[in-house]
């Protein structure tokens, strides 16, 4: 995953995006546009994908800090 800094555009019409530097709808942690409805489209690099797709390539899990010492077998220090 990259998390390259994303452009967040809302429309007149309600509808709303995410862009990326070159310009095109773009979001690794969650839908990259959603409709005035509400509908969600996932987007990578301007090229549309299913949700599912979407998950398959960007492999996304949340874990808890202790998920993650228990899958390191290690203390992390948590750093912003």
Known sequence: MSYEKLEYIIYDNGSAGYYNGKGFLHRED???SISASSEEGYWLNGARVTKERW??????KEMTVAEIEAALGYGVK???
Request: hydrophobic share 40%; aromatic share 0%; proline share 8%.
């Open 30 to 32: 969650g839908p990259a």
């Open 55 to 60: 998950k398959a390539l960007t492999r996304q």
């Open 78 to 80: 948590v750093v912003k």
